[in-house]
Nanobody
Framework: QVQLVESGGGLVQPGGSLRLSCATS????????MGWFRQAPGKEREFVVA????????AYADSVKGRFTISRDIAKNTVYLQMNSLKPEDTAVYYC????????????????WGQGTQVTVSS
C-alpha cells in the first residue's frame, strides 16, 4: 500500500512563497518517481513537476520553471515543492503522486495519489 501525505498548503499573497511536503514510506521514496500535479476550480488537472526515484532527473511545467523547485529528503522520505514568486493563477489543489514510470508528466501514468492540499494566492 502506497501512502502519500501532503501538507503545507495555505493562503499567501502574490509574490509570496510556500513549501509543500509529501511524506511517504522509505520503499515508495526509493522505488517510485514522485510528481506534483494541481487542479484549479473548473479546470483539468495539470502536471507541475516530477523527480526521478534516484533524484537525478527532474521535469518542470513551463508555467512554473524558475519559480518552483522540487527536492527530496532521503532521511525523512519526503518530497518538497518550494514555490516562490507565487501568482494568483497558481491557486489550486496540489496533489502528490507516485509512478513506476520514469519522469512521467501525464497524470494517467501515476498509480498513487495523495489527498491534496489547497494553495490560494490572493491579496
Amino acid at each position: 500500500q502506497v501512502q502519500l501525505v501532503e501538507s503545507g498548503g495555505g493562503l499567501v499573497q502574490p509574490g509570496g512563497s510556500l513549501r509543500l511536503s509529501c511524506a511517504t514510506s522509505r520503499r515508495t521514496f526509493s522505488t517510485y518517481t514522485m510528481g506534483w500535479f494541481r487542479q484549479a476550480p473548473g479546470k483539468e488537472r495539470e502536471f507541475v513537476v516530477a523527480v526521478s526515484r534516484g533524484g537525478s532527473s527532474t521535469a518542470y511545467a513551463d508555467s512554473v520553471k524558475g519559480r518552483f523547485t522540487i527536492s527530496r529528503d532521503i532521511a525523512k522520505n519526503t518530497v518538497y515543492l518550494q514555490m516562490n514568486s507565487l501568482k494568483p493563477e497558481d491557486t489550486a489543489v496540489y496533489y502528490c503522486a507516485a509512478t513506476t514510470d520514469s519522469l512521467a508528466t501525464t497524470g494517467g501514468n501515476y498509480n498513487y495519489w495523495g489527498q491534496g492540499t489547497q494553495v490560494t494566492v490572493s491579496s
